[in-house]
């Protein structure tokens, strides 16, 4: 049995006018939101997706499908609470995490320290082993013409002693 296991996660959410956006765990006021069978926070569905791949337990597709009622605007820090249990019964913690967001619009570096700070007490961090970076694309492909969000998540997971 390994001592560490990586994983890496990616998701993508369309945007559309009028829809309250949820990223990172926090509502960012913003003309847009993102168009989902949960509150569609990309940040948390492609963290859930790196914890799960760290243990080759699948994806949130298959523990939390989007046709399941259960899950229809279920905030989604509950399915990152419930990707941490996996990892707790699998004997394993979180080392840290870094995740990069691709989205032109809005501004999230003022955002980003409290994401940080209501996801890592989930996560059993400190805030300083959770890192959230932002970038546009310059414009450039649907990120940049505003039309969805991506994200890319890294997980690094430890045996517990
Ligand atoms: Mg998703």
Redesign the pocket.
Known sequence: MNNFRIGNGF???ALAEGLPMWLGGIRIEHNKGFV?H?D?D?LI?ALCDALLGALALGD?GLHFPDNAQEFKGIDSKVLLERCMGLVGEKGYKLVNADCTILAQAPKLRPHIDRMRETLTPILGVPVDDLSIKATTTERLGFTGREEGVAVYATVLLCREE
Request: glycine share 12%.
């Open positions: 998701d993508v959410h989902a949960s569609g990309v569905h949130i």
